[in-house]
């Protein structure tokens, strides 16, 4: 018996050694860049992609992503010096600036500059992520180059400009600079997902009987298992041509677009396989040719409005009208054209820079129109966490921008209920109620004195929707309010997060 009590300790005791052992090694690797690392890789990103793809490589490359693959707001001039490589990989934003977690290096190189600091023993590639849709085509990726060629790094190779990255077409080999040795990278081993397809259940019209863009929100249920997913994740919806618009083309162009077609191991007629492609007004290929030639849609994103949690996917999307009856391609395809028990291409995107919000803390949501899809998420998480985990929760407070205040619409039900049932304290701007245009920013001025007194108390504040116009006015008033100093202080501790598009 005491020869069996000795073992139990002596066991116990061993455990607790190797568990203490292990946290010792976690917290180590979470804390260091390690010294003797030789290649570096590091990401800039809004909304998930260049971190995926820094993740794609460090797994590829059997790097450890704790300890060589850190956000480019972390990495300081002394993890340079540290270091021969550097991988850059680096997504633009807003108006061709630095994603929120990259928006401090371009001046950090500048002052070590000013400071006579020089690397050049250092060799480095970018690959800059961005969208030719926009004026400023991967404008921040070119910089990140400019700067390190100003502190006397050498680069590998050109800017590697990536359009439109999309996990499911963009292989990783034709992204990749060549020095990293492409034999390494395995492709299959860093596939992380496979498609994804969800059947349209519900469509809810939130804000009927108004003159304003109809605003939906669209429920889902996960053909096979539910994939997990967390507040703050997006999902890319492939987006489909409206009927009309493929039976024309194909009229236009004299196809026949009942005749089958096999491509890619799977058959379907040519009007089905036409609906994910762009159609170009001059098209002179034969039948065999098109699904060579014509370009799949581009993959849109929307903020998740749920937790997989709840078993469900949910969206709140805005019809775009562009002129009567045309709408934007995707949200006319999910508002319009796509008939519930439809099934829908879309696969999630974890960005995880949007994930890291203590539910303990108080959580200050700022959004309009369908950013209420990311605000609900959250919502939703801490209302879970609250009352199925049985845990302790930070105040919530809510501070969201519609136009119209009509208690019966169901955008304002919902909204009214998250107070009745203490989820939110809500604050509304109603821009087309009072006779002087209300939005959220006002809100934020007026109530400055609770705005300061939150953030005393730990809130972090968490903003979705549009980035001009909403996005753009509420990161102004927060300088003006805060000061620049305060706010980047906040980005730092995760406590300005922002989901805008
Ligand atoms: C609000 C917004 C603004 C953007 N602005 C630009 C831009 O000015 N230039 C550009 O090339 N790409 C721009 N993009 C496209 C992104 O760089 C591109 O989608 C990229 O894949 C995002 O990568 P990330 O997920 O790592 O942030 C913008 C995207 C969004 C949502």
Known sequence: MENLLTIIVVISVWLLFCVAMWRI???????????????LITYASQT???????????????????????????????????????????????DGEAPDNGNLFIKRIQNAIKNTVKLNHLKFSVIALGDTGYPKFCAFGYQVHQSMLDIGSE???????????????????????????????????????SPQYWQLTERLLLNPDC????????????????????????????????????????QAHQYDGTQLLTYQGHQQSLSAWL??????????????????????????????????????????????????????LASGYLSNNCSVGAI???QIRSVSTHHQIDNTVPLILIGAGSGLAGLKAQIDARAYFKTKLNKPTGPTWLIFGERNSHSQLPINKYLLTLEESNLAKLSCAYSQDSKQAKYVQHILADEEAMLKQWLSEGAVIYICGCLSGMGESVHNTLIELLGQEKLTELQCQQRYIRDVY
């Open 25 to 39: 090694h976690i917290a180590r690797q979470r804390n260091n860049i390690s010294a003797d690392t030789s290649l």
């Open 48 to 94: 998930g992609n260049a971190q995926a793809i820094a993740n794609r490589y460090a797994q590829a490359l059997h790097l450890s992503e704790m300890a060589n693959v850190v956000a480019l707001n972390h990495l300081s001039i002394e993890n340079l010096s540290s270091v021969d490589q550097v991988l850059f990989i680096v997504s633009t934003y807003g």
């Open 155 to 193: 680069p590998n190779n050109e800017v590697i400009a990536v359009d439109k990255y999309n996990e499911q077409t963009t292989t990783l080999a034709s992204i990749t600079p060549r020095w990293l040795n492409i034999q390494e990278v395995n492709e299959t081993s860093t596939k992380t997902n």
């Open 211 to 250: 003159d304003d863009e109809k605003l939906f929100q669209l429920t889902f249920t996960s053909i096979g298992p539910t994939p997990s997913w967390q507040a703050g994740d997006l999902i890319d919806i492939q987006p489909h041509q409206p009927k009309a618009v493929v039976n024309q083309w194909l």
């Open 275 to 328: 609906a994910m492609r762009e159609l170009p007004n001059n098209c002179t290929y034969s039948i065999n040719e098109l699904l060579d030639n014509l370009p799949t849609l581009t993959t849109r994103s929307y903020s998740i409005a749920s937790i997989s949690e709840q078993g469900q996917l949910q969206l709140i999307v805005r019809l775009l009208e562009k002129e009567e009856n045309s709408f934007g």
């Open 344 to 346: 829908v291409q879309g």
